[in-house]
T-cell receptor, first 114, second 110 residues
Framework: EADIYQTPRYLVIGTGKKITLECSQT?????MYWYQQDPGMELHLIHY???????EKGDLSSESTVSRIRTEHFPLTLESARPSHTSQYLC?????????????FGEGSWLTVV | QQQVKQSPQSLIVQKGGISIINCAYE??????FPWYQQFPGKGPALLIA?????SEKKEGRFTISFNKSAKQFSLHIMDSQPGDSATYFC?????????FGAGTTVTVRA
């Protein structure tokens, strides 16, 4: 079972607020990812990191930003939330030498912007 | 542009039946093809995966069939059980990034 934790699990906030979604993993993985998933839809990669101080934009453009100051921590920030940001955000990690391509997901953070 | 096309969008199967989900891809550089299972309110979890040098992989009741020349792969769930009711995503990767299909919601009726 994966040891990757996301907080908060559910968040309802007003338009214009700044929010940070936290993600931590205890597996020592060097690679971490953020995916966005609308209900019943596919997952879209919005950010990824191959290690400390390394961050890249994913395939889906996002107004969010990420940082990777510690190996185990990969927070996602929205400076000014809008209703269009309402979605589920899934954090993931990979990089175990014996499980090269296996990506482990957290349980997700459901964000609702009103 | 969706790099992995998945069908059907949903399917209903009777307990004990076979569920079949199909995926197709275009990028021949993909070198790893996993299937993920997602239950409501949970993150996706790796179910089974295959590399393109193998045509079939079986783990318990789950089998991946891979057709490299057709650029297609499929998931077969044998003896489907109510506990298999979930959304299934195929994916393909090149390096460490995964591209996901749109997902198939499987409902197994008792």
């Amino acid at each position: 079972e994966a040891d990757i934790y996301q907080t908060p699990r559910y968040l309802v906030i007003g338009t214009g607020k700044k929010i940070t979604l936290e993600c931590s993993q205890t597996m020592g993985h060097d690679k971490m990812y953020w995916y966005q998933q609308d209900p019943g839809m596919e997952l879209h990669l919005i950010h990824y990191s191959y290690g400390v101080n390394s961050t890249e934009k994913g395939d889906l453009s996002s107004e969010s930003t990420v940082s990777r100051i510690r190996t185990e921590h990969f927070p996602l920030t929205l400076e000014s939330a809008r209703p269009s940001h309402t979605s589920q955000y899934l954090c993931a990690s990979s990089g175990s030498p014996r499980e090269w391509n296996t990506i482990y997901f957290g349980e997700g953070s459901w964000l609702t912007v009103v | 542009q969706q790099q992995v096309k998945q069908s059907p969008q949903s399917l209903i199967v009777q307990k004990g039946g076979i569920s079949i989900i199909n995926c197709a891809y275009e990028n021949t550089a993909f070198d790893y093809f996993p299937w993920y299972q997602q239950f409501p309110g949970k993150g996706p979890a790796l179910l089974i995966a295959i590399r393109p040098d193998v045509s079939e992989k079986k783990e318990g009741r789950f089998t991946i069939s891979f057709n490299k020349s057709a650029k297609q792969f499929s998931l077969h769930i044998m003896d489907s059980q109510p506990g298999d009711s979930a959304t299934y995503f195929c994916a393909a990767s090149m390096g460490y990034k995964l591209s996901f299909g749109a997902g198939t919601t499987v409902t197994v009726r008792a």
